[in-house]
Every structure is written in structure tokens, then in C-alpha cells.
């Protein structure tokens, strides 16, 4: 059983930074694409970036791109979304997700493992 634990949301002021981390567990990620998400009120989820966790090839939304790093820590089994330069607009709720996949979707529905999400609050 996949479980996906997300933790270091909070309020920041425009232009701070914060860094995410989304545990993961129950498996051997070595095979698996491992995404970001967010959802805003009223808004679908959408795509933030992905790696995959055997090469770290990275995949970024055109929206955070030179803002965020998405990267991954093997010894301790976490994924990390350092997040630069924020803006309002990156206000959500942001989601790790996971598939057992050599394929790297950006399709939120693609993939079968979320976690329980964690509140990023972007000042003006």
C-alpha cells in the first residue's frame, strides 16, 4: 500500500519561498513518477511538475518553470518542491501523487496514489 504524506505548506509573503516534502512508503519507488499538484478554490486540479525517480528527469507546468525544482531523496524516500519568487496565484492546496510508470504523464487522472495535501497561502 502506497501511502504519500505532504508536509511544509504555510503562509508566506509574495516573493518568499517554501519548500514541500511528500513522504513516501510501502513500496520501492525506483520505477515510479513521482508529481506535484495544486488546487485552487474552485479551480481543477492541476499539474506542477513530476520526476521520475530513476533518472530525475524533471517536468515542469510552464507556470512555475525557473520558479520551482522538483527533486528526490533517495536515503529517505521523499520527493521535495522547493518553491522561489511565489505569487499570489500560486495560492492551493498542493498534492503529491504517485504511479508506477516508465511513462510521465502531466494528467492529474493518470495517476493512482495521492496524498492527503498540504495549504500553501501566498501574501500580496
Known amino acids: 500500500q502506497v501511502q504519500l504524506v505532504e508536509s511544509g505548506g504555510g503562509l508566506v509573503q509574495a516573493g518568499g519561498s517554501l519548500r514541500l516534502s511528500c513522504a513516501a512508503s510501502g513500496r520501492t519507488f525506483s520505477s515510479y513518477a513521482m508529481g506535484w499538484f495544486r488546487q485552487a478554490p474552485g479551480k481543477e486540479r492541476e499539474f506542477v511538475a513530476v520526476i521520475r525517480w530513476s533518472t530525475g528527469r524533471t517536468y515542469y507546468a510552464d507556470s512555475v518553470k525557473g520558479r520551482f525544482t522538483i527533486s528526490r531523496d533517495n536515503a529517505k524516500n521523499t520527493v521535495l518542491l522547493q518553491m522561489n519568487s511565489l505569487k499570489p496565484e500560486d495560492t492551493a492546496v498542493y498534492y503529491c501523487?504517485?504511479?508506477?510508470?516508465?511513462?510521465?504523464?502531466?494528467?492529474?487522472?493518470?495517476?493512482?496514489?495521492w496524498g492527503q495535501g498540504t495549504q500553501v497561502t501566498v501574501s500580496s
Open positions: 501523487a504517485a504511479r508506477d510508470s516508465a511513462v510521465v504523464i502531466t494528467s492529474a487522472g493518470w495517476y493512482d496514489n
